[in-house]
């Protein structure tokens, strides 16, 4: 049945003299175009099969309320049995008359891969699970007007329809994610769910959540409620730099329990899993600030939350029992909070400096048998992992870090950590691989998407020099000339965003889109189907999904 499905629609669509202008993004792994469109006329009937799970059936009526607030459609279900729906040439079974959008289920296929078939009489999408549905409709909105996906009322649009085309699509990595700095500076849930929405349209599934630093932490922890009490807040809205000094203005914010909560839940319908990261034991003096008594290394000086950029020496005691404990109790209710696979730790830019001179650290280096103090960060981390590991199955959680901790002796804690390899990306990338260890890509440049992404005079202040162009992010080749046997250790790509120079929400839209569909395309499209003027060209047709989503965005790149 499988070939002859194929072969019907590659002998429909593949020779199609007048093949209508298709822009998705990302481009599908294979697509082909035909004449005609389906047109939503009348009553449509959607007809999924009778076992579907639940979770099936809550993206399909996420999809038909969606379709239904942001047209004139009007979408009736209907279940069939199994047997029927194996028969793709049978229309006259839905329990409503003839069905016009058939869901299959094809336990072969991988979790997000997904076929979309449109002709002029009918719609049909296979997948395997919850996810790869999803992203078949993620796709078939995007063949619709631009209202569609994001998700407002057009009254001037008096035909709904979709071009006729058949797409086989599966993501090239199981790694499409993006990171929001905001220790430095705090947008708030809103923001962050509008930020959702267009990953989960451009088909990315990880939300990098970098919620602590020297200038803020932001996520409740009921145990040590100073942290958002004391650590929240600063005496400066800006992080001085420079010939930029504290303007003294009281700043700062954080996520209570239902924040999170709230934001998770919004997370999980999108397809897109929450990767929470505590940066620990460096970019801490927010932490610090708040427990200078057990976390600091000189209790008996002051401690403030951060005014400044760049890396602070005020790092966590790792030496003191105490400071452990609390780092273990923090990862609990990360555990509790974030029902996802992964936490990240940090691990970069951790100075050395107070541990050298801090009498309990010293003795610590002398008792693990190293005179490498970077050791004492491993070892802290050693503890970390173990104890994460010693937990129920439902409760454990794999650990990423950045590419630092490769520096130090990271035998002690083996192959199972994640490296997200950022400076010297592919190298780090490439020597985590080699020892076992899984990584992502995120190269600094051209992929921290906060630097400028045009030299023009408009461009907002932030770091770079505009060279980090649409079209560099674009071109960036991950996982290039690497070999097959190291392949299978590179989990995908991420773009990265820190906030030192960005206080406003907008400022973080405008730099981050549309680079952020670059990298999107570049994780999930075949690397040999990627060409930046096809991209450029389906690019265009994003400026008026920006607009109608009310996020701001570099227009340089828009004719």
């Known amino acids: 049945m499988k070939k002859t499905f194929l072969f019907f629609f590659l002998c429909l669509f593949a020779f199609t003299a007048m093949a209508q202008e298709i822009s998705l993004i990302p481009k599908?792994?294979?697509?082909?175009?035909?004449?005609?469109?389906?047109?939503?006329?009348?009553?449509?009937?959607i007809c999924y099969p009778e076992y579907s799970d639940k979770e099936i059936e809550k993206v399909l009526d996420n999809f038909v309320e969606e379709l239904e607030e942001t047209t004139d459609v009007k979408l009736k279900k209907s279940t069939a049995k199994k047997e029927k729906l194996q028969n793709w040439e049978v229309t006259k079974f839905s329990k409503k008359g003839d069905a016009h959008i058939l869901i299959y289920v094809d336990e072969s296929m991988a979790d997000e891969e997904y076929k979309l078939s449109v002709t002029a009489?009918?719609?049909?999408?296979?997948?395997?699970?919850?996810?790869?549905?999803?992203?078949?409709?993620?796709?078939?909105?995007?063949?619709?007007?631009?209202?569609?996906?994001?998700?407002?009322?057009?009254?001037?649009?008096?035909?709904?329809?979709?071009?006729?085309?058949?797409?086989?699509?599966?993501?090239?990595?199981?790694?499409?994610?993006?990171?929001?700095?905001?220790?430095?500076?705090?947008?708030?849930?809103?923001e962050i769910k509008k930020i959702i929405d267009v990953m989960a349209a451009y088909k990315m599934n990880r939300f990098h959540w970098h919620l602590t630093e020297d200038q803020g932490w932001r996520i409740e922890i009921?145990?040590?409620?100073?942290?958002?009490?004391?650590?929240?807040?600063?005496?400066?809205?800006?992080?001085?730099?420079g010939d930029v000094k504290?303007?003294?203005?009281?700043?700062?914010?954080?996520?209570t329990r239902k924040d999170i909560k709230e934001v998770?839940?919004?997370?999980?319908?999108?397809?897109?899993?929450?990767?929470?990261?505590?940066?620990?034991?460096?970019?801490?003096q927010a932490a610090v600030a708040s427990y200078p008594e057990f976390l600091s290394c000189d209790p008996q000086n002051p401690h403030e939350v951060w005014l400044w950029q760049g890396v602070s020496n005020d790092v966590i005691n790792v030496a003191n029992p105490k400071a452990v404990q609390f780092a273990k109790d923090v990862i609990d209710e990360l555990i509790e909070m974030f029902p996802f696979g992964y936490i990240h730790l940090g691990g970069d830019e951790c100075p050395t400096y107070k541990w050298e001179h801090n009498?309990?650290?010293?003795?610590?280096?002398?008792?693990?048998?190293?005179?490498?103090?970077?050791?004492?960060?491993?070892?802290?981390?050693?503890?970390?992992?173990?104890?994460?590991?010693a937990k129920p199955a439902d409760k454990q959680r794999k650990l990423i870090f950045w590419n630092e901790v490769l520096h130090g002796n990271t035998a002690p804690l083996g192959e199972d950590?994640?490296?997200?390899?950022?400076?010297?990306?592919?190298?780090?990338?490439?020597?985590?691989?080699?020892?076992?260890?899984?990584?992502?890509?995120?190269?600094?440049?051209?992929?921290?998407?906060?630097?400028?992404?045009?030299?023009?005079?408009?461009?907002?202040?932030?770091?770079?020099?505009?060279?980090?162009?649409?079209?560099?992010?674009?071109?960036?080749?991950?996982?290039?000339?690497?070999p097959a046997e190291l392949q299978p250790?590179?989990?995908?790509?991420?773009?990265?965003?820190?906030?030192?120079?960005?206080v406003e929400p907008w400022v973080v839209e405008y730099l981050m889109f549309p680079r952020l569909a670059a990298v999107a395309e570049a994780g999930w499209t075949p690397a040999e189907k990627r060409d930046y003027n096809d991209f450029l060209n389906r690019l265009q047709g994003e400026a008026k999904y920006y607009n109608l989503r009310g996020v701001s965005y570099g227009k340089h790149v828009f004719k």
């Open 121 to 190: 009489k009918r719609i049909d999408i296979t997948a395997a699970k919850p996810a790869g549905l999803f992203y078949a409709f993620q796709t078939l909105k995007q063949l619709m007007p631009r209202n569609v996906m994001a998700g407002v009322r057009d009254e001037s649009i008096n035909e709904w329809s979709v071009p006729c085309v058949f797409i086989v699509d599966k993501p090239r990595f199981s790694w499409r994610g993006f990171m929001l700095d905001e220790g430095r500076h705090f947008y708030g849930k809103e």
């Open 489 to 502: 250790k590179y989990m995908g790509v991420q773009a990265n965003f820190w906030t030192e120079w960005v």
């Open 359 to 389: 009498a309990e650290c010293q003795a610590l280096l002398k008792q693990i048998g190293s005179d490498k103090y970077r050791d004492l960060q491993i070892h802290f981390y050693k503890q970390l992992k173990d104890h994460v590991a």
């Open 246 to 255: 504290p303007d003294g203005i009281r700043y700062g914010g954080y996520y």
């Open 222 to 241: 009921n145990k040590y409620p100073k942290l958002t009490k004391v650590g929240a807040w600063r005496d400066s809205k800006v992080c001085a730099w």
């Open 264 to 284: 998770v839940k919004y997370a999980k319908e999108r397809f897109i899993e929450i990767v929470p990261e505590v940066d620990i034991p460096g970019h801490s």
């Open 417 to 482: 950590i994640t490296i997200m390899a950022w400076i010297g990306a592919d190298g780090a990338a490439k020597d985590a691989a080699m020892r076992g260890m899984n990584t992502i890509l995120s190269p600094q440049i051209p992929y921290y998407i906060n630097r400028k992404q045009s030299n023009l005079p408009a461009e907002p202040h932030s770091q770079g020099y505009g060279d980090e162009t649409v079209e560099r992010v674009y071109n960036y080749k991950p996982m290039n000339n690497i």
């Open 28 to 45: 599908p792994a294979e697509m082909h175009v035909g004449e005609g469109k389906f047109l939503f006329n009348g009553k449509i009937v």
